[in-house]
């Protein structure tokens, strides 16, 4: 009888033993099931972060406007392959150089001072400025240069996006020539008679 109960208490023991192991490998495979779903959704979550950098990345390397980063101190970071084209300037070129070195003197001093003040008024600025091409020539560009902002809201960066509009100035440089050789045209005129027949052959002055 003592032997019976002595091996029964053992059962009891080791079966306790048993559930409390059982409770604790239920516990730690719910926590690691747990944890591999938060693993999961975190690796899903950066394949998508990463994807949406890709496509960013891809549109701004591709994109048919000129792209200038610079630092808050107007340094440049960065620059995308239409601006190479643009400009004539490689990358390494122009990294760490100001912008204002590549600027034409078709532009005044004040456009510059302007451009600087809204810029650090946290405000964005868009205009014509005039640069120069890497081999002397200058050319137009219609700009638009924003500030870039960090978590608490200091600006950190800014990014100009820059078309290539020196096509339409030439054609409004032409419209212009024209239009002031046509008013020369008409001014000279007035000064003279100008002796026209009607479809019935009546002549008249004008």
Not at 5 to 22: A, N, P, Q, S, W
Not at 120 to 140: A, C, I, M, N, T
Not at 151 to 174: N, P, Q, Y
């Amino acid at each position: 009888l003592a032997f019976t109960g002595l091996l029964g208490g053992f059962l009891l023991i080791l079966t306790g033993r048993t559930l409390r192991v059982e409770s604790l490998v239920q516990e730690r495979t719910l926590a690691l099931a747990e944890n591999n779903e938060r693993l999961r959704r975190e690796i899903e979550e950066r394949t998508q972060a990463e994807d949406q950098l890709h496509t960013l990345w891809g549109a701004i390397e591709q994109s048919p406007a000129a792209i200038v980063i610079t630092d808050a101190n107007a340094r440049i970071h960065y620059v995308n392959p239409r601006f190479v084209e643009t400009s004539g300037y490689s990358a390494d070129e122009v990294l760490g150089r100001l912008p204002l070195a590549l600027r034409s003197r078709l532009i005044a001093p004040e456009t510059y001072r302007t451009l600087r003040t809204k810029l650090l008024q946290d405000r964005g600025w868009r205009g014509e400025v005039g640069s120069r091409h890497k081999h002397g020539h200058p050319y137009w560009e219609e700009a638009h240069i924003a500030p870039v902002y960090d978590a608490v809201g200091a600006i950190t960066h800014f990014v100009g996006v820059k078309f290539d509009i020196s096509g339409r100035k030439s054609v409004e440089r032409a419209l212009r020539d024209s239009c002031r050789k046509f008013e020369d045209v008409l001014a000279a005129a007035s000064e003279v008679s100008v002796l026209a027949a009607d479809v019935r052959g009546t002549i008249k002055m004008i």
